[in-house]
């Protein structure tokens, strides 16, 4: 890419890479970890100047429906669901067509997870376990 001085970088992350989630702390941490690897690349490539035409997408998934993990449960299953893996794929796909730096997919969950960011931790933390219902970390806000 370098050579070329053209290219695409994506990273397929996670919401466990904005947030945290109890009983998923080696995923969250590597998770946040590729957040963090695709935030400074982006903007070392933004500075240097034979590196403008090499672009940068980081993916952040909620749950799609691979079948290595049960669905869900939360208080609101009719409203946040898996979403395929193929829809996954085409939303991806159109997103770096259009060279967004950010894809959430669904797309309302990275809105969500930053706004809660600006919330006090005592909030968050109401808000978790509003969401959750016979499970640990399914929506955490904390």
């Known amino acids: 890419m370098i050579e070329r001085r053209h290219g695409h970088i994506v990273a397929i992350n996670s919401s466990a890479g904005l947030m945290p989630c109890a009983d998923m702390i080696p995923y969250c941490a590597a998770k946040s970890g590729l957040k963090g690897l695709m935030d400074s690349l982006t903007e070392?490539?933004?500075?240097?100047?034979?590196?403008?035409?090499?672009?940068?997408?980081?993916v952040y998934l909620g749950t799609v429906a691979t079948g290595m993990y049960p669905m869900p449960s939360h208080r609101f299953t009719s409203w946040y669901t898996?979403?395929?893996?193929?829809?996954a794929a085409k939303t991806i796909i159109e997103g770096v067509?259009?060279?967004?730096?950010v894809i959430s997919?669904?797309?309302?969950?990275?809105?969500?997870?930053?706004?809660?960011?600006?919330?006090?931790?005592?909030?968050?933390?109401?808000?978790?376990?509003f969401f959750n219902i016979h499970h640990r970390g399914w929506f955490c806000f904390c």
């Open 44 to 58: 070392e490539l933004r500075l240097d100047s034979w590196t403008k035409n090499i672009q940068t997408t980081s």
């Open 82 to 87: 898996e979403i395929s893996a193929k829809q």
């Open 97 to 101: 067509r259009k060279n967004h730096r």
């Open 105 to 129: 997919i669904p797309s309302f969950m990275k809105f969500l997870i930053d706004l809660s960011n600006l919330m006090p931790h005592k909030i968050r933390v109401i808000l978790t376990d």
